[in-house]
């Protein structure tokens, strides 16, 4: 059990928590068609755009309605009409985000309500699903916004079936800590049990780093809004991710779908209930394609497992991704010896960690120093710094990695992701040796805080 440790610093000097405003815009980013845009200063859009920009390394339509001085006393919603109007007479959307940040939610307006008069003065947005969500910077983090944005969507798209017969398909809810690879590697796997899937949000269609044929404003492709109409009529809903549970049953609620909460599909254990899902769904057996991959999956497992035993391992990211990947090295034989998160998440508690600290990147590095060092840090790109500082290798995860081509196409999901992260991870440790305590040399005047 591990003790969930929030210092509620004053001041992050090297943060790991990205805002919720960005997480629902890259929510977006997955639906068909699509144009976020940020209710806010332009400063807060052109952030969260480099950041998505240098990550995805694509061009990504996102807006905003720049709100100033005399916006932010007086009320910004006559922009927020404007903006909306530009964006469908230029880019013609199929689906507008707006998404609040901490200036207009600090102010205090009810941009739900002001939404429903626009579109009744506005005939021309009829077409068009506006999907608004309250997402500040002050509450959470990457996973929030996400979390929120998937459950607005579903708010305002899914609609009841009614007497429908239900299609032989799943619904499929990805967390934010997965990537587009990880995204298509459960299509494929979905697709071997001979089911259809609906996937909300599908960054695997629209960030997975293709070239356009033609110039398009809006999102490169994602879940169309007819799709997220048809949920409804699904078996069943899979989510991955403890983020993504409210989403789930805001889908359950709204059109009677159940369904079934998977904390990561990383590992064995983990993707063995995913196939046991499957099967009982579809009615058939685990494919013979996915018991060969489990069965690769067992032996890079044995082959791997003399280079993770007795190994440290110290994670800095999400709690999803922290979750997912501390669970992974422990079940090889390594120890935690470092964990920082970006938010308190209970069942962070049974990590097989001492403690989890609700912290930045400069928490990771003095956790580091107070255990004695450590022999591979997981971070995003953000991580560098503290790694060459411990002179300790960094393996890069989660969100953004901006020093390395491919993040989006990574996988990690699935028995072949497991496999593969498993080999990665092995490969690393397998290029150093066993650290020793860091000497005073490594920590350049750095020393450790006292423990919380």
């Known amino acids: 059990m591990a003790l969930i440790v929030d210092h509620k610093k004053p001041l992050s000097t090297c943060p790991l928590k990205v805002s919720a405003p960005l997480g629902a815009a890259l929510a977006f980013m997955g639906m068909k068609g699509c144009l976020p845009m940020f209710h806010g200063s332009q400063g807060c859009t052109a952030f969260a755009l480099v950041m998505m920009v240098r990550h995805f390394r694509e061009a990504i339509p996102l807006q905003t309605t720049a709100m100033n001085e005399i ?10 009409e404007e903006g909306l109007l530009n964006i469908a007479s230029r880019a013609k959307p199929e689906i507008i985000g707006l998404i609040s940040t901490a200036l207009t939610e600090t102010r205090g307006e009810d941009m739900s309500g002001e939404l429903k008069q626009i579109r009744a003065r506005n005939k021309e947005l009829n077409d068009i699903a506006v999907v608004d969500v309250s997402a500040p910077d002050f509450a959470g983090s990457l996973e929030t916004g996400w979390g929120k944005a998937v459950a607005a969507i ?4 899914a609609v009841p079936t009614g007497g429908l017969a239900k299609l032989h398909q799943v619904n499929l809810l990805p967390g934010c800590h997965m990537t587009p690879g990880d995204i298509e590697a459960l299509k494929d796997i979905i697709a071997d049990f001979g089911l259809d899937v609906i996937v909300l949000p599908d960054l695997s269609d629209s960030l997975d780093g293709h070239v356009a044929d033609s110039y398009v404003p809006t999102t490169l492709g994602g879940t169309p809004v007819a799709k997220v109409r048809e ?11 403890e983020h993504m549970r409210v989403s789930a049953r805001t889908l359950q609620e709204k059109t009677g779908v159940p369904f079934v909460l998977f904390d990561r599909v990383t590992g064995l254990e983990a993707v063995d209930r995913l196939m046991v899902c499957l099967s009982t769904v579809a009615e058939i057996p685990v494919p013979a394609r996915q018991r060969r991959a489990r ?3 067992v032996d890079a497992m044995l082959d ?3 280079y993770f035993g007795g190994r440290s391992f110290a994670i800095a990211a999400e709690p999803a991704l922290l979750w997912s990947m501390g669970k992974l090295v422990a079940d090889m034989g390594a120890t935690i010896a470092a964990a920082v998160t970006t938010q308190a998440v209970p069942h962070l508690a049974e990590l097989p960690a001492e403690r989890v600290i609700i912290g930045d990147f400069e928490d990771l590095e003095d956790q580091i120093l107070e255990a004695g060092g450590c022999d591979l840090i997981i971070a995003n790109s953000n991580g560098r710094q503290a790694a060459s500082r411990l002179s300790t290798p960094l393996y890069r995860a989660g969100f953004p990695v901006f020093d390395r081509l491919g993040p989006a196409h990574e996988v990690n999901a699935g028995y072949r992701g497991t496999r593969d992260l498993i080999t990665r991870l092995g490969n690393i440790l397998m290029e150093c040796p066993n650290h020793g305590p860091i000497s005073a040399e490594h920590t350049h005047g750095h020393t450790p805080a006292a423990a919380g």
């Open 304 to 306: 791997g497992h003399f």
């Open 295 to 297: 069965s690769q999956l």
């Open 71 to 80: 916006s932010t006393i007086l009320g910004g919603m006559d922009q927020v």
């Open 231 to 241: 949920m409804g009529r699904s078996k069943l809903t899979i989510a991955i991710g």
């Open 154 to 157: 579903i708010r305002a798209l």
